[in-house]
């Protein structure tokens, strides 16, 4: 299974360390999403935006491992998308963005310079 990762998942952010059994397959970037800044991690929600991800070939320990770090208390939900590497799935962020600090350019690594 394929998974798309567009935060602290990605490779030498805080969280890369969950995706070190991961097939890293290639970037891409999804249209008709919006990036938040949810403090240490962000989340996406759709949206008029474009977000910069990372595409994996994860096993389903790792999915599993995933799921739980990313679904518990319902703080996301996993969708299916379409990407060149094949269907993937992706963490949307399932709870109010209000007051939360839109990433503009839609790439977690550069939320510095959003600000």
């Known amino acids: ?24 397959l290639g970037d891409h970037q ?9 403090g240490h991690y962000p989340g996406i929600v759709r949206g008029e935006g474009q977000v ?6 994860v096993d389903a320990s790792t999915m599993a491992e995933l799921d739980a ?8 939900k996993r969708e299916l998308l379409q990407t ?3 269907t993937a799935w992706i963490y949307v962020y399932q709870r109010s ?12 690594l550069q ?3 959003d600000t």
Do not use: F
């Open 52 to 57: 910069y991800c990372e595409v994996y070939r």
């Open 97 to 108: 963005i209000d007051g939360r600090q839109r990433i503009d350019s839609g790439d977690w």
């Open 30 to 38: 999804i249209e008709g999403y919006e990036l938040y800044s949810l």
């Open 111 to 113: 939320r510095d310079s």
């Open 84 to 86: 060149p590497y094949g």
């Open 1 to 24: 299974m394929r998974i798309i990762v567009y935060g602290s998942l990605r490779r030498k952010q805080g969280n890369s360390h969950w995706m070190t059994n991961a097939q890293w």
């Open 69 to 76: 770090l990313r679904t518990k208390g319902g703080e996301y």
